[in-house]
T-cell receptor
């Protein structure tokens, strides 16, 4: 089976712009979670989607949003980018409800905001 | 609120040594605990998932133990190799019925360097 894929792998944006990141889970997996990783804060949970519904959300401002499609692919959007949004964004998939089952991570999208 | 701590923050050992990485968590009501490996700039690779009902889980040279009552897990790496150099992270999920269900809480990681 193919692993979790994320596109694009690298992205450079300017403050104030918006960005959309994409995640394709492992075939058959229905849960997708997103995490932000920075040197100072480590890995922080953004949100989790299951069957097109957001089940859980982390402590991030409303500029961070996401959605999941009927084929379980997920996108996250960050509007009005700030310098502090520079990070590695990781998505993870699991067969059913995330957390109870093993989670598999993608390679990440490296976002740089200038 | 679940908090996960990993000790030590960094570890440098010569090739061939056996080593232990530690992970502790504050809320013992967990479903499982997962150990990951991360190479610089890359995603996370799942190493071991140990269920709350298990005491140990093994994969090759890796052995993870879990003591829920004391809120601790250890990852034992036998006969370390330079290719084991990476950051090792442990993570626990939230609990069913709680608002944190589906969320993994990670430790800050242990940076391991194995030199030839």
């Amino acid at each position: 089976k193919a692993g979790v894929t994320q596109t694009p792998r690298y992205l450079i944006k300017t403050r104030g712009q918006q960005v959309t990141l994409s995640c394709s889970p492992i075939s058959g997996h229905r849960s997708v979670s997103w995490y932000q990783q920075t040197p100072g804060q480590g890995l922080q949970f953004l949100f989790e989607y299951f069957s097109e519904t957001q089940r859980n959300k982390g402590n991030f401002p409303g500029r961070f949003s996401g959605r999941q499609f009927s084929n379980s692919r997920s996108e996250m959007n960050v509007s009005t980018l700030e310098l502090g949004d520079s990070a590695l964004y990781l998505c993870a998939s699991s067969p059913l409800a995330g957390g109870v089952y093993e989670q598999y991570f993608g390679p990440g999208t490296r976002l740089t905001v200038t | 609120k679940q908090e996960v701590t990993q000790i030590p923050a960094a570890l440098s050992v010569p090739e061939g040594e056996n080593l232990v990485l530690n992970c502790s968590f504050t809320d013992s009501a967990i479903y499982n605990l997962q150990w990951f490996r991360q190479d610089p700039g890359k995603g996370l690779t799942s190493l071991l998932l140990i269920q709350s009902s298990q005491r140990e889980q093994t994969s090759g040279r890796l052995n993870a133990s879990l003591d829920k009552s004391s809120g601790r897990s250890t990852l034992y790496i036998a006969a370390s190799q330079p290719g084991d150099s990476a950051t090792y992270l442990c993570a626990v999920p939230g609990n069913a019925g709680g608002t944190s269900y589906g969320k993994l809480t990670f430790g800050q990681g242990t940076i391991l360097t194995v030199h030839p």
